[in-house]
């Protein structure tokens, strides 16, 4: 009774060393540099499609206020974000 979707930044990319990639934020006019990947969870796959790659240029609390929904989020760091839902479900080295 729930979607899974994900959106990345390792795919489509294109110019000196791989720097830009298929999710622009037009404020920046450059390719968003700091999220590597996200993953949401929403009843209708559509919406979590695009709350997926939203994640990229918008606050997950922002987006929450609008339409609900867990997240995880790994920054080009190596750090992660995620609502409480996935507290207890990620694993990492």
């Known amino acids: 009774n729930e979607s899974?979707?994900?959106s990345a930044s390792n795919k489509r990319r294109w110019?000196?060393?791989n720097q830009i990639h298929h999710i622009y934020n037009p404020k920046l006019k450059k390719s968003t540099p700091?999220?590597?990947a996200t993953?949401?969870?929403?009843e209708q796959?559509?919406?979590?499609?695009?709350l997926a790659t939203s994640l990229f240029l918008v606050m997950p609390?922002?987006?929450n206020e609008?339409?609900?929904c867990d997240f995880i989020i790994i920054t080009e760091q190596g750090e992660i974000d995620f609502s409480q839902r996935f507290e207890n479900t990620l694993f990492t080295k």
């Open 45 to 50: 796959a559509a919406i979590a499609d695009v």
């Open 15 to 17: 110019g000196d060393n």
């Open 39 to 42: 993953w949401v969870t929403h």
């Open 61 to 63: 609390e922002k987006l």
């Open 4 to 6: 899974l979707a994900s």
């Open 34 to 36: 700091d999220i590597k």
């Open 66 to 68: 609008a339409y609900p």
